[in-house]
């Protein structure tokens, strides 16, 4: 089982190829590894509540942990209390500190 962490900052209402990333970390969690899929700048879009966009919320079911940045939820005006009940806030330290983790394997779309 490895380790990934995938970094999605891309709205994918702008950009088709985005389906592809979130069905990318959906395989690899099915597949048996732990992924963790960090929304960034307008990636974080999707990961408000109740948004068409419904994918943030089946790769949260899929078993795949889903994180958003907090500064470009700020940048966005995105309210916490406004996102997917599985989606968790953090900062880019976190970020950091999962992309050191030993065996890691690091994807940015």
């Not at 690899?28 to 068409?52: D, E, H, M, S, W």
């Not at 958003?68 to 916490?80: G, K, N, V, W």
């Amino acid at each position: 089982m490895a380790n990934y962490v995938l970094v999605e900052s891309r709205d994918p209402f702008e950009y088709q190829d985005a389906q592809a990333f979130y069905d990318l970390a959906r395989d690899l969690t099915k597949a048996g590894n732990k992924v963790t899929f960090y929304l960034v700048q307008n990636g974080v879009i999707p990961a408000r509540r109740g948004c068409r966009f419904e994918r943030v919320a089946e790769l949260a079911q899929a078993g795949v942990s889903v994180i958003a940045d907090d500064f470009s939820l700020r940048e966005r005006a995105i309210p916490t209390g406004k996102l997917h009940d599985k989606v968790t806030v953090s900062n880019v330290d976190a970020l950091v500190d999962l992309l050191m983790q030993d065996g890691t394997k690091a994807i940015w779309h």
